[in-house]
């Protein structure tokens, strides 16, 4: 898009014979459209923006037909003002599409982010299943250690116990049968 000089435009439209008070405001509502197109958040504002300002020029274009003395200073005006709006309305569309291309690009960034958290969540719990199996798998381990070692004690205790057992009947006996 072309820069857009002010002052060109108000010396442009008072050559044509438009009061220069009433060039200024013409020229003032375009800049302040144009400024408002470059700041507004969304495309949606900026076109009822735009089609406030379309409306302030179009009641100024009114103002201008009654005081231009010729049709084709009136037509000259008249293709300006058409250039300035078919301007904005690709300014508006231009704005539109980055928007709407942020929008799209959010979406993606968004999408990648929940892929790659649930992709984490379902190793994270792969991981704690597998701790969890082998945590098990451990303490079966430990639980048949601890019952060998149990029998073995048991075994351990009955060769001492029963000869302990028969020699303490062996006393007895000998002790209530004297020889």
Do not use: C
Request: charged share 35%; proline share 2%; glycine share 0%.
């Amino acid at each position: 898009m072309k820069a857009f000089n002010s002052y060109d435009a108000v010396k442009k439209l008072t050559d044509r014979g438009v009061p220069e008070e009433q060039a200024s405001e013409i020229i003032n509502a375009i800049m302040v459209s144009k400024e408002h197109d470059s700041t507004n958040d969304t495309a949606n504002n900026q076109s009822t923006k735009i089609e406030q300002e379309l409306a302030l020029i179009r009641k100024d274009i009114e103002i201008l037909r009654s005081e231009i003395a010729t049709k084709s200073e009136l037509s000259e005006i008249k293709t300006e003002l058409v250039e300035i709006n078919s301007e904005l309305k690709q300014d508006i569309a231009n704005t539109k599409s980055e928007i709407k291309q942020e929008i799209n690009d959010s979406i993606n960034e968004l999408k990648q982010d929940i892929a790659s958290t649930k992709s984490e969540i379902e190793q994270e719990i792969d991981d704690s299943a597998n701790e969890l199996k082998q945590d098990i798998n451990s303490a079966k381990q430990e639980a048949t250690e601890t019952k060998l070692e149990f029998k073995e004690i048991k075994r351990d205790l009955l060769k001492w116990i029963i000869p302990l057992f028969i020699a303490f009947a062996v006393v007895l006996i000998v002790k209530n049968f004297p020889v």
